[in-house]
């Protein structure tokens, strides 16, 4: 049942939160998007992996809400660049966010948060250099953390985007 309704609702539905298994829906988004089923088991392996690493609710095949205001998406089997799964890759990020890609060039993961004091765990995966782009307000400085939660290093001042040495970065403050 879930798969029919999930099919029969549209592109636009398929991103929203699941109704019924989750598991079974996130497959049937899968499908839809055009991934073999071989693509969707590599996928949900992933997300699982990320879910155990970072925490939060799986909302759609490839993405995961890590609190309010905060998500963390991956790009699907065979692409380098995140995006959401009927949208075309594109390396944005929207006015008032601060996002954070696993690697250089925009590519692998990409968290996006939103909130003030919004302190997101930064996934163990992530340890070589990646990129940021602080496109908050004019003036927000968003701050990664150490392992004991220590500054580490400022984003510089908004809007402002640079690359960054994930092995050392263990939290991501928004603001």
């Avoid at 990320?50 to 909302?59: F, P």
């Avoid at 696993?102 to 948060?113: L, M, V």
């Amino acid at each position: 049942m879930a798969i029919i309704a999930t099919l029969t609702t549209g592109a636009s539905a398929a991103n929203a939160a699941p109704v019924g298994s989750g598991t079974t829906t996130f497959a049937a988004q899968a499908a839809s998007a055009g991934l073999t089923p071989a693509q969707a088991r590599t996928l949900q392996a992933q997300v699982d992996s990320y879910l155990a690493e970072t925490g939060g609710t799986q909302i759609a095949a490839n993405k995961i809400q890590l609190g309010v205001g905060s998500t963390l998406l991956l790009p699907l089997p065979g692409e380098r660049q995140a995006r959401e799964l009927y949208a075309p890759a594109a390396a944005t990020c929207d006015y008032g966010h601060m996002c954070s890609w696993q690697y250089s060039n925009y590519t692998g993961g990409k968290i996006d948060q939103y909130f003030c004091s919004d302190v997101r765990s930064v996934p163990p995966t992530w340890n070589s250099t990646g990129v940021y782009h602080n496109n908050q307000s004019n003036g927000t400085v968003a701050k990664f953390l150490g392992a004991s939660k220590q500054w580490v290093a400022n984003s510089e001042v908004a809007p402002n985007q640079d690359y960054i040495n994930w092995y050392y970065i263990y939290y991501i403050d928004a603001c």
